[in-house]
Nanobody, 121 residues
Framework: QVQLVESGGGLVQPGGSLRLSCAAS????????MAWYRQAPGKERELVAA???????NYADSVKGRFTISRDDAKKTVYLQMNSLKPEDTAVYYC???????????????WGQGTQVTVSS
């Protein structure tokens, strides 16, 4: 059974930093794009950052210059370093990945369960 498990969320003051991690586990043959999404109360889920297998990042305009996405394929883990956090960054953050898995040998899209990030004084 393939799983994505996020960690690192919590409560932080404005201007502070958090680092989210997401580890993939299960019968995974290869990993393509890994990404972070977020969903604030009453809003649609939105892409925060994505990172292709070749290392090309893509960021939402609202987080450019503040957030950095990275990955460690050996650990099947994607990270999101969040600096200069603002109250409007408050949301549930979800990990997303394109994984080629056994026994199908095809790529599927998988989601984590989400981790809460709250930015408040």
């Amino acid at each position: 059974q393939v799983q994505l498990v996020e960690s690192g969320g919590g409560l932080v003051q404005p201007g502070g930093s958090l680092r989210l991690s997401c580890a993939a586990s299960g019968s995974i043959l290869s990993i393509n794009t890994m990404a972070w999404y977020r969903q604030a109360p009453g809003k649609e889920r939105e892409l925060v950052a994505a990172l292709t297998r070749s290392g090309d990042p893509n960021y939402a305009d609202s987080v450019k210059g503040r957030f950095t996405i990275s990955r460690d394929d050996a650990k099947k883990t994607v990270y999101l370093q969040m600096n200069s956090l603002k109250p409007e960054d408050t949301a549930v953050y979800y990990c997303n990945a394109d994984l080629r898995v056994l026994p199908t040998f095809v790529y599927g899209n998988y989601w984590g369960q989400g981790t809460q990030v709250t930015v408040s004084s």
